[in-house]
């Protein structure tokens, strides 16, 4: 590995840490990396819980989970005032699905800001081109769940 590709891991190394570190610091949340996990946001209801918890796959290029992880913690950070949480999103019938879809804009554009508030550099491009590709798969599901692959 060249020098410059180390120093770019460690950066993404840097930038994973510092994400857990504000998880944990103000929310409780652990984070978890292992090649067979999906990057996902575990939680029981609309409320921020103890046991909730974050995974993020560590077969993904380490930009990835920095994107991922920053995803991630925007779903938290909208959850941090439920009430306004379950104002946003409030339905549990099938028009949940946009709420799903609307969930996942608004968790991506949070994660970004998240990123601006703790100084982590992002490649905008990469960021948008790995938003889209979550996004598209939503839309798809939105459309029609029965044929929805990942």
């Known amino acids: 590995m060249s020098a410059k590709a180390v120093k770019k891991t460690k950066k993404y190394d840097e930038y ?3 994400i857990q570190s504000y998880l944990y610091t103000f929310y409780g949340i652990e984070v978890y990396f292992d090649r067979s996990y999906e990057d996902a946001y575990y939680h029981d209801g609309p409320e921020i819980h103890e046991d909730d918890y974050i995974t993020i796959n560590k077969r993904r290029p ?3 989970q920095v994107h991922a992880l920053l995803h991630e913690a925007g779903h ?3 959850r941090e ?3 306004k949480y379950i104002a946003r999103f409030p339905t549990l019938t099938i028009a949940r699905r946009i709420d799903t879809l609307r969930e996942e804009v ?3 554009e949070r994660g970004r800001m998240l990123a601006d508030e703790l100084q982590i550099e992002i490649n905008a491009a990469t960021f948008h081109r790995q938003r889209t590709n979550a ?3 939503y839309s798809k599901w939105v459309v029609s769940p029965k044929d929805y692959k990942e």
């Open 62 to 64: 380490k930009e990835w």
């Open 76 to 78: 938290i950070i909208l």
């Open 16 to 18: 994973l840490e510092l």
């Open 135 to 137: 996004l598209m798969k």
């Open 106 to 108: 608004l968790a991506w």
């Open 81 to 83: 005032e439920t009430e």
